[in-house]
């Protein structure tokens, strides 16, 4: 039994970080892909997250598994899974991409890593999409190989991220766009290195590729950031709903479409890109979602943990959505969350109740996301 309360097998996987984790004081952990993901450390989440907005973090999350598509066909799977248009995307570019089903159902948001022509990765949430790539490809006979490679991101986010990485690796890191990336020298390898996270503050992501070095790149980046009041981090709650940055298994699931989740954008509607659920994608934008994404503001005190999702009504009791993120904000002076609203109910503005396991009903107000200081 570990300090986290988890009973550690191998199915629960370690990662290349978890020993530097341990030192610095990690309180919990969650399971990502079968892959341990740090959830708390000595600070509270409020002190946690003005530092993150402050400074800069250190992050293992590894548990952002690669699937890694190669092959005379990898460019056809690739584009088989999202409805995201992907004829332009150039080597070297970084895409949010969604991933969704015959249905239209979303199944993972990664981010794709276009290394090649003929070679992807799919850095992943919390599903098993090596498997529905490897189904794909068998089913359909198509040339390519599936694997997860041994690669173990790192992140460095906050504001001071680019000074410390500059430090490190040159000040061409700079230079790279959002959700781009390329080849840098660290510990004497070429690794790639994006400008990414999973936080709205800036940072970048080091995809290690080689378990065996992931002590040292910790060290490395630790020993650099300490006049930068560098910590140990992880994904903020109070940053990530203020963000608008959704959650695979908590904001969405299967039953859950990219237009309804806010990607209208990302999806191409049009018959002259072939993807696995395009018909229903296209019925669902003909008729329009049914509900969206919102950002809810909310009441009542400090909210209870969001361990269950919060029910979402109108003031005469009429279920509208649920909160399914939820928070105090100390920078907004009120609770955020995250739900799919109604479309009878989701204008910016609208009057609608939270349901805590407190027994409160809490007056709430529909919001823009990601959240503003008005």
């Not at 919990?28 to 402050?54: I, T």
């Not at 680019?162 to 690796?169: I, K, N, V």
């Not at 939270?354 to 990601?370: C, K, M, Q, Y």
Request: hydrophobic share 40%.
């Amino acid at each position: 039994m570990s300090q986290s309360g988890l009973n550690m097998s191998r199915r629960i996987r370690r990662t290349p970080y978890t020993d530097r984790v341990e030192a610095h004081g990690v309180r919990g952990f969650s399971v990502v892909n079968h892959m341990l993901l740090p959830k708390a450390y000595g600070p509270s989440v409020e002190e946690d997250y003005w530092h993150l907005r402050e400074h800069v973090q250190i992050w293992d999350v590894a548990c952002q598994r690669q699937v890694e598509i190669r092959g005379p066909d990898a460019a056809r799977l690739v584009q088989l899974m999202t409805p995201r248009d992907l004829r332009n995307a150039r080597v070297g570019q970084g895409l949010y991409v969604p991933l969704i089903d015959e249905a239209a159902g979303m199944l993972n948001d990664p981010v794709l890593q276009k290394l090649d022509d003929d070679r992807f990765w799919l850095s992943i949430a919390d599903s098993d999409i090596l498997l529905w790539a490897k189904g794909l490809a068998y089913g359909m006979q198509l040339d390519v190989q599936i694997d997860e490679p041994d690669v173990s991101p790192l992140a460095v986010q906050g504001p001071k991220a680019g000074t410390l990485m500059a430090s490190l690796f040159g000040e061409a890191i700079r230079d790279l766009p959002y959700f781009g990336f390329a080849m840098f020298d660290v510990l004497g390898t070429r690794q790639l290195i994006a400008r990414s996270g999973y936080s709205k503050q800036g940072g970048y992501e080091i995809y290690l590729e080689g378990s065996h070095l992931g002590a040292g790149l910790w060290d490395l980046i630790w020993e650099a950031g300490q006049d930068l009041n560098i910590t140990p981090g992880c994904p903020n709650l109070i940053e990530r709903i203020e963000g608008g940055l959704i959650s695979c298994g908590n904001e969405f699931t299967r039953a859950n479409n990219p237009l309804e989740c806010g990607f209208r954008q990302l999806c191409h509607l049009g018959d002259d890109v072939d993807y696995i659920g395009r018909p229903a994608l296209q019925r669902i934008a003909s008729r329009g979602p049914v509900q969206r994404l919102s950002g809810i503001r909310f009441g009542g005190g400090r909210t209870p943990p969001c361990g269950k999702p919060f029910p979402l009504t109108t003031p005469e009791g009429l279920q509208v959505g649920q909160i399914t993120s939820g928070i105090f904000s100390p920078r907004l002076d009120c609770n955020v969350g995250l739900s799919m609203v109604a479309s009878t109910h989701w204008d910016i503005g609208t009057s609608l109740v939270v349901h805590t396991p407190d027994g409160l009903a809490r007056e709430a107000t529909v919001s823009a996301l990601p959240f503003s200081d008005s």
